[in-house]
């Protein structure tokens, strides 16, 4: 599967952005996925999953609350809403999938999307 994200960009403390990832290929349902974030100098860490069929969610500590995945099968697409944005969300988000079932931990996710840019300024 190939994945691409989007809706990155620059907003302010407190704004919204709702983050996407196309997948190709028919077979979307058969993958969990996830979003995970790299910000300057730090290593990627986990954002947020989702089962296959959307019926599980997990979320870091630091973003519980304010964000929410989603996911449409039918539209092949997975969804990071963002709300009440800190600076220090300021970070690269990256899409990724794995085969059954969803996963907290990088090394565990076998395709991922290029990242898009979030920036968070204060």
């Known amino acids: 599967v190939q994945l691409q994200a989007s809706g990155g960009g620059l907003v302010q403390a407190g704004d919204s952005l709702r983050l996407s990832c196309a997948a190709s290929g028919r077979t979307f349902s058969a993958y969990a996925t996830g979003w995970f974030r790299q910000a300057p100098g730090k290593e990627r860490e986990f954002v947020a999953a989702?089962?296959?069929?959307?019926?599980?969610?997990s979320y870091a500590d630091s973003v519980k609350g304010r964000f929410t995945i989603s996911r449409d099968n039918a539209k092949n697409t997975v969804y990071l809403q963002m709300n009440s944005l800190k600076p220090e969300d300021t970070a690269v988000y990256y899409c990724?999938?794995?085969?059954?079932?969803?996963?907290?931990?990088?090394?565990?996710?076998?395709?991922w999307g290029q990242g898009t840019l979030v920036t968070v300024s204060s």
């Open positions: 989702i089962s296959r069929f959307g019926g599980i969610t």
């Open positions: 990724a999938a794995r085969l059954t079932i969803p996963s907290m931990k990088t090394s565990e996710y076998d395709y």
